[in-house]
């Protein structure tokens, strides 16, 4: 198989496994932070579970694997059961991140591991053009750090129904909230077209490409205890 070929084959199977690895994390740790903040909602509609046909959205799927975009179904929630409400939404809303950069942080700590082990090393890359097994398991860790990270980051700006916009809502007014709910379908609009005209990308890829140094910054100890 020739390295295009393989990209595309690994495209398609790097977006399956957004489908029913990542997007499934995240909406699950939504489901777990309202459960744990009194609102027993999520549970109730069977979505504080890790199976992902629990969270798949077959039109957000199919997106997904034919366009850059998609999406899984909504975690219900009902703020009036939180303690506190505008506390339960902000941190329900921000469990789904977190739980993506916990994630990417774990593929790190493999990655630093797999790639300290000697018989590993000698098989890392493309041999006299031949694709090792080696290869494609660095690239399948590769993308659970880099998708976890972008999809926590992308997911945490402050624009409805993004989660950033939920966790914005803690610190701002109810005059603020009420302006953004009565606009929110121009500010959709503008932001998807913020989105599709791509000037979105270098910033946020600033911001991952950090995360991501930062996570092989505070990981760096393992080769080393590895004699790597």
């Not at 309202?34 to 799927?61: C, E, F, Q």
């Not at 950069?101 to 790190?108: D, P």
């Amino acid at each position: 198989m020739d390295i295009e070929t393989l990209d595309k084959v690994l495209e398609i199977f790097t977006k399956i496994l957004v489908i029913f690895l990542i997007l499934p994390v995240h909406e699950y740790a939504h489901a777990w932070a309202a459960h744990k903040m009194g609102d027993d909602t999520a549970a109730y509609s069977g979505r504080l579970t890790l199976n992902p046909l629990a969270h798949i959205d077959i039109v957000g799927a199919l997106c997904l694997l034919l366009t850059p975009f998609g999406w899984a179904k909504p975690v219900p929630i009902n703020p009036l059961k939180f303690r506190k409400q505008r506390l339960g939404i902000a941190l329900t809303a921000a469990a789904g991140p977190i739980s993506n950069l916990v994630v990417s942080f774990i593929a790190t700590v493999i990655y630093r591991i797999v790639t300290s082990l000697p018989a590993f090393q000698s098989a890392l890359y493309i041999i006299n053009g031949e694709i090792t097994p080696a290869f494609i398991i660095l690239y399948i860790i590769q993308c659970f750090i880099t998708i976890n990270i972008g999809l926590a980051i992308f997911n945490l700006i402050p624009i409805p129904p993004l989660d950033g916009s939920k966790i914005l809502s803690y610190f701002t007014s109810a005059k603020f909230d009420r302006w953004v709910y009565e606009h929110q379908m121009i500010v959709n609009l503008v932001f998807l077209g913020v989105i599709l005209t791509g000037v979105l990308n270098k910033p946020l890829t600033f911001i991952a490409s950090h995360i991501v140094d930062f996570f092989f910054l505070i990981t760096g100890f393992i080769p080393k205890l590895m004699g790597a």
